[in-house]
């Protein structure tokens, strides 16, 4: 059993910032987290799913959306089980649902389709 539990959503002024973090717990990721690629998602009212970030196992490659480059950094703490997304000069468009995913493997992914684990998502509502 795995589980992805996401936190540090809310409600924040354009222009600010928040840190996502997502704890992974379960047996297969006590033991395996650190082979494990992880992503951060989103997706707001009436619209799919979207890649936001993918962080491959070492953490050294980190692979961003156009729409967050440079705002937003994903990062993880393999001793910890956990992942980060800091996400800075926040505006109204970044509004959505967060999800945390996970896979086994190599490298980054952008897809929905590669990540067999999801959290069950932290909202994040960018408003004034």
């Known amino acids: 059993q795995v589980q992805l539990v996401e936190s540090g959503g809310g409600l924040v002024q354009p222009g600010g910032s928040l840190r996502l973090s997502c704890a992974a717990s379960?047996?297969?990721?006590?033991?395996?987290?650190?082979?494990?690629?992880m992503g951060w998602f989103r997706q707001a009212p009436g619209k799919e799913r979207e890649f936001v970030a993918s962080?491959?196992?070492?953490?050294?490659?980190?692979y961003q959306a156009d729409s967050v480059k440079g705002r937003f950094t994903i990062y993880r703490d393999n001793a910890k089980n956990m992942v980060y997304l800091q996400m800075t000069s926040l505006n109204p468009e970044d509004t959505a649902v967060y999800y945390c995913?996970?896979?086994?493997?190599?490298?980054?992914?952008?897809?929905?389709?590669?990540?067999?684990?999801w959290g069950q998502g932290t909202q994040v509502t960018v408003s004034s």
């Open positions: 995913a996970a896979a086994q493997g190599p490298g980054v992914s952008r897809s929905t389709a590669d990540y067999p684990y």
């Open positions: 379960g047996r297969t990721f006590s033991i395996y987290f650190a082979s494990y690629r």
């Open positions: 962080i491959m196992w070492s953490g050294v490659t980190t």
